[in-house]
């Protein structure tokens, strides 16, 4: 049986009362928010640090940096030679119903060098998992797609080391469709495992690896829900004794989020001033000389407000901000507000449905081939009874 809309009516109804509703709340905060974010300057820094400092790394608040936490930045004069790096991953995860069991990681990567002439250099890296090591963990349970998708990330970040350090020519940024905190160890906060670690540790080498080729790495996000700012404006307008007693629910603005502040003062190109992420995991990347740093920035298209990540030696120079600045704008210029690089880098990564299949249908044959019987499970094999469209009436 189908979905039954009819049944769903009533609750789609309620839900879009809620959306109307909070919309309006939202919308009456607005001006406030804005004042408030516009007196954040003024506000006594000493003060503020220790607002920041008794509220600690759970509360989600920005840490402003050496620049006027108000000002906008406009495009920089644009390169006409330059390089960008781009990587994007997809994977296929286990499934205990097919007669094999193996993940498979694909990363797509692109090389574009403007100016030079040259066609862009794409390729793909292609890795099948199979091992007992690779599928189980060290408990005996079965790997986590958690942790499969932190593969990923590690793999993303390897393949765009391996591009830089390849080319020679400057200046060259390298980009990532996410963030560049490792979205895995961010979601597991305190309760890190080895596993964890070891993907963290790979990851930051590959940072290093990017900061000694030279190229400016930049984490790119679209339609971004972060709320880093808007908790920082939180802090500034509670008094110190209360700091400690702030919650997600306590907070004023709740349901504000940055792209409503910059999406209002930032201009098509411009870009918002740099601030910090202050988390536990963004300590172990400032140990390890990577910290992150971000701005928002208007893409030029519509009233596209995305947030672009970078590390700390990126962040500390002004001339290699504006070519991460510059580089992006060129970029979404060409596909109307996002980077070209990335769009490629994805369609040369993403694994189809049929391409799933055809890779089923190879490992069966070769199974085959070596005298090996299969089969699949019950159940995957009333699915696909169920997913077909019925041939007869009852």
């Known amino acids: 049986m189908s979905l039954d809309l009819r049944k769903l009516l009533p609750q789609v109804d309620l839900m879009v009362q809620s959306i109307v509703s909070r919309n309006s709340r939202i919308d009456a905060l607005i001006p406030e928010v804005l004042a408030a974010f516009a007196g954040l300057h003024s506000d006594d820094q000493e003060l503020l640090q220790r607002k920041l400092d008794q509220a ?76 007992d090591d690779d599928l189980y963990d060290e408990f005996g349970s079965a790997i986590s797609t958690s942790i499969i998708n932190g593969k990923r990330d590690v793999l993303e970040l390897e393949s765009l080391a391996s591009l830089a350090e390849k080319s020679t020519e400057q200046p060259s940024v390298a980009l990532l469709d996410n963030g560049l905190l490792l979205w895995l160890a961010a979601q597991v906060g305190a309760h890190r495992n080895r596993p964890i670690d070891q993907l963290l540790d790979q990851y930051l080498k590959h940072m290093s690896r990017l900061q000694s080729s030279e190229a400016l790495l930049a984490g790119f996000l679209d339609k971004p829900r972060h709320w880093n700012v808007v908790a920082l404006l939180t802090l500034a307008n509670t008094a110190l004794e209360d700091v ?120 069966q044959n070769r199974l085959i081939d070596h005298g090996l019987s299969f089969s699949q499970s019950r159940k995957a094999e009333t699915k696909r009874w169920t997913g077909r469209k019925r041939r007869f009436q009852v």
């Open 56 to 131: 600690g790394e759970t509360w989600p608040a920005a840490m402003p940096t050496d620049e006027e936490a108000q000002k906008t930045y406009p495009p920089p004069q644009p390169r006409r030679e330059y390089s960008v790096f781009a990587t994007d991953g997809s994977q296929i995860h286990p499934d205990r119903h097919s007669p094999t069991m193996y993940y498979l990681i694909n990363i797509g990567r692109i090389s574009l060098r403007y100016g030079s002439g040259a066609p862009p250099e794409i390729s793909s890296v292609v890795k099948i998992y199979f091992d």
């Open 244 to 363: 400690r007693q702030l919650t997600i629910k306590s907070n004023p603005y709740r349901g504000i989020i940055d792209r409503t502040i910059f999406s209002r003062i930032l201009k098509p190109g411009f870009r918002s001033s740099l601030f910090i992420q202050r988390s536990k995991l963004n300590t172990a990347f400032r140990d390890a000389g990577h910290q992150v740093y971000f701005f928002y920035m208007h893409t030029g298209a519509g009233d596209n407000i995305v947030r672009v990540e970078v590390p700390e030696w990126v962040a500390n120079s002004q001339s290699r901000l504006d070519i991460v600045h510059d580089a992006l704008l060129q970029q979404c210029r060409q596909t109307e507000g996002y980077p070209y690089s990335l769009v490629r880098a994805h369609e040369l990564a993403v694994v189809s449905n049929l391409d799933r299949q055809n890779l089923e249908s190879l490992i």
